[in-house]
């Protein structure tokens, strides 16, 4: 490592932006980057949108950088501008490939085998993907779905052009392919990680979210988060790091906040794009001097632990509202894989793309896991044996609603969210399925966290509102009985919204208040079992509990956490007691108020 000892920061340089630099302008900027932020490597584009670089100037670039003791991998984004008059025709978005052309595959040939003899090591820009329509990839596409066609086709691409051409021209080439953000899309623009990750000797996460209220990816911010997480379980170790840039990162924070999830997730390349928007950016000096400070407690936090949430491969539905429970304060760690063997985990209507999933489920379940299952997994779940585990049915019908209450006390108040928010209204039979909170719609009111046991564990069904943007206007009350459903790990948040915490398996915990108008309010972070203090890792000071008493699991332990801004970050070490778990008495679950003493 140079400036930092927990991950590497990266600039990626565009061809664009390096093909008329000189030495002397190449010496001028990286003496800026070095200054506010630090250069440990660069990926260098040697071409992009039809401009390659000649070999006199791309030489003269490697050597500069290679002298100033910057490490200096290759790149190259998969544009190409027409190559013959019918191209013109194709509807080809930013000038991605048409991989059923063969003028094009022979041109992507060209470029990779260009790329592969200046360089050990190359990264794919995300625009490897296809979307094209053409009549040619009409016919190549047969009878099958454009989802299996294009899976197929960036498979033999893969295989066929970027990697074989690479080992020929440089069998010491390694090459990385780069995964955009928009992980619930993937089969359908060709990206299939299940597959590819074998082939490829490297892969890499985009984690740029930028303004999601205005942007047309939907990624909420733990994205930035997540996506790395979900990278590594699908290739542990091999997952190099997280790019982002600063587009559509108005006010500038939303710039920060990409690279401080990226890294808070383990990334080991912290890659800005791209070194021309970069230069003389004000978001660079700032980034620089919070990675100092992020740099020092990630080198006293441990590996990223969290609730496993199963995403299998090539599926949709309910689309990242694992990443809007994330802002709400659940530590989620995606995985491909079904997690077997973990106490606790999270199933979304992605997870009936699993065939088994219900055999799965019971089988977790019964043995004395804790599934948490979203609405939508049950609505769709429905008719395929979840009947065995659950008297939870949906007829069709929904509610909006404002108004909410929790269980548990005899008369209990009504509080309410900033905005009205509409539910899908699940039926449940009285007494076999317990409601935990509520939707109250005039006379009646309707289930939000309800809970069923089976065999030796419980299901848990969090009923999410439809429009997963509003999750952050639930009341506090509704959101804490929530995430006290989470027990994979031994602490949840009560906070009203928009704050994320991550969580290391050494007892560190890390916070973060998004920059958001919606983040205010008291932090509490609770302990499920009796601690003594929390350490502030940056500052030393100890905090002594606020409260202790009985919560919704058992004995817990309150901390009030001092007042965290927009855009700021604390992490902390959980000092436990000695007699850890606190009272031996078993107590049922419950949503009933806590009874803490002073």
């Not at 040697?46 to 070999?55: A, C, E, H, Q, S």
């Not at 009341?475 to 989470?486: H, K, N, S, T």
Request: proline residues 5%; negative net charge.
């Amino acid at each position: 490592m140079g400036k930092y000892k927990n991950f590497k920061s990266v600039i990626y340089c565009t061809s664009q932006g390096m093909v008329n630099m000189t030495e002397e302008k190449l010496k001028t900027q990286l003496a800026f980057f070095q200054k506010y932020c630090g250069v440990d490597k660069v990926y260098l584009e040697p071409y992009r949108d039809g401009l390659m670089i000649p070999d006199e100037q791309l030489n003269m670039l490697k050597r500069v950088f290679k002298e100033n003791g910057v490490e200096v991998s290759g790149a190259i984004t998969t544009t190409c501008a027409d190559l013959s008059p019918e191209d013109a025709f194709k509807q080809r978005m930013g000038g991605t490939y048409c991989y059923s052309n063969e003028a094009m595959r022979a041109f992507l040939v060209k470029t990779v085998a260009y790329t592969a003899a200046h360089f050990d090591e190359f990264i794919i820009d995300d625009w490897f993907f296809t979307m094209c329509t053409c009549e040619e990839c009409r016919r190549a596409k047969g009878e099958r779905s454009w989802e299996e066609f294009r899976r197929e086709l960036l498979l033999d691409v893969s295989k066929n052009l970027v990697l074989k051409t690479a080992k020929e021209t440089n069998p010491n080439c390694r090459v990385i392919i780069k995964y955009p953000n928009w992980s619930e899309s993937y089969q359908e623009a060709g990206y299939d990680p299940a597959r590819q990750r074998s082939l490829f000797d490297g892969i890499y996460s985009g984690t740029e979210t930028r303004d999601t209220r205005h942007s047309d990816q939907h990624l909420p911010k733990y994205c930035s988060y997540s996506i790395v997480r979900l990278m590594e379980n699908y290739a542990p170790g091999a997952n190099g790091g997280g790019w982002f840039d600063p587009y559509g990162c108005a006010p500038m924070e939303l710039y920060s906040e990409q690279a401080y999830l990226t890294a808070f997730a383990r990334a080991r390349e912290l890659c800005q794009f791209c070194w021309g928007s970069l230069y003389k950016n004000k978001v660079v000096a700032p980034i620089g001097m919070q990675l100092e400070i992020i740099d020092e407690l990630l080198g006293k936090a441990g590996a990223p632990v969290g609730v496993p949430c199963y995403l299998p491969p090539n599926a949709q539905g309910e689309d990242h509202v694992e990443d809007f429970l994330g802002m709400l304060g659940v530590p989620i760690e995606p995985t491909p894989d079904f997690p077997v063997g973990a106490t606790c985990a999270l199933f979304t209507a992605q997870a009936l793309a699993d065939g088994d999933i219900i055999d799965k489920l019971k089988d977790f379940t019964a043995s004395g896991g804790r599934a948490i299952v979203t609405g939508g997994f049950v609505i769709g779940a429905l008719g395929r044996g979840i009947e065995d585990m659950t008297s939870i049915r949906y007829r069709g019908r929904r509610f909006r609603t404002d108004e909410f209450i929790e269980d548990g006390m005899m008369a209990p108040c009504s509080v309410f969210s900033r905005e009205k928010m509409s539910f899908p209204l699940l039926e449940h039979r009285t007494n076999t399925t317990w409601a935990l909170a509520k939707a109250v719609c005039g006379e009646e009111n309707y289930p939000i966290v309800l809970r069923d046991s089976f065999g030796k564990g419980q299901m848990l069904c969090v009923n999410l509102p439809d429009e997963f943007g509003l999750m952050h206007s639930l009341p506090r009350e509704v959101l804490r009985v929530i995430r006290a459903q989470f027990t994979a790990v031994p602490y949840y948040l009560d906070v009203p919204s928009q704050l994320s915490m991550f969580c290391y398996d050494n007892d560190v915990v890390g916070l973060y208040r998004y920059v958001s108008p919606l983040a205010r309010g008291r932090v509490e972070l609770v302990c499920r079992g009796v601690a003594d203090a929390l350490e502030n890792l940056r500052t030393g000071e100890v905090l002594k509990p606020a409260a202790s008493g009985f919560g919704p699991g058992g004995t817990e332990t309150r901390f009030m956490i001092p007042m965290l801004e927009q855009g700021d970050f604390a992490f902390f070490r959980v000092v436990w007691n000695a007699n850890r778990s606190g009272a031996k008495e078993k107590r049922e679950i419950s949503s009933a108020p806590h009874d803490f003493e002073n």
